[in-house]
């Protein structure tokens, strides 16, 4: 039984630290590109941007992506409002199991990083992950 919650936990605090590290590279792509723009536009116009320079798009083919990106943005809109709920309440679930893990130190740097994380979510800062 205690192999069985190990390997759970593991996994866990694994999902937990893709999540980290998928949101730090978003973090890191943002800063090299889009500086200027607010949150939400930076998101859009990032992708748009990256696939521009990584496809070498042509002008013609980055307005196509872009109207691409237009038509089908209500739909991912949709789609990110009705999964947050669900996925803030895993998160919270994870990083409480993973407390359990670490020694009263490393709970209280732990939760500084999540407030950080949390606050530049909310407050759609530079360096807010999507």
Not at 65 to 83: G, I, K, Q, W
């Amino acid at each position: 039984m205690r192999s069985t919650r190990s390997a759970a936990v593991l996994l866990l605090a694994a999902f937990l630290l893709g999540t980290l590290v998928g949101a730090g590279g978003h973090l890191l792509a943002d800063r090299t590109e889009g500086r200027d723009r607010g949150p939400r536009d930076r998101g859009r116009g990032g992708y748009l941007d990256r696939l521009t320079r990584d496809l070498a798009l042509t002008e013609a083919q980055r307005e196509s992506v872009r109207v691409v990106l237009e038509r089908h943005r209500p739909a991912m809109d949709s789609l990110r409002r009705e999964v947050a709920p669900r996925f803030e309440t895993l998160q919270q679930t994870i990083r409480s199991d993973i407390r359990t893990q670490l020694t009263p130190e490393q709970q209280r740097k732990l939760d500084e990083m999540t407030s950080r994380l949390d606050k530049r979510k909310h407050t759609g800062g530079p360096d807010a992950p999507r």
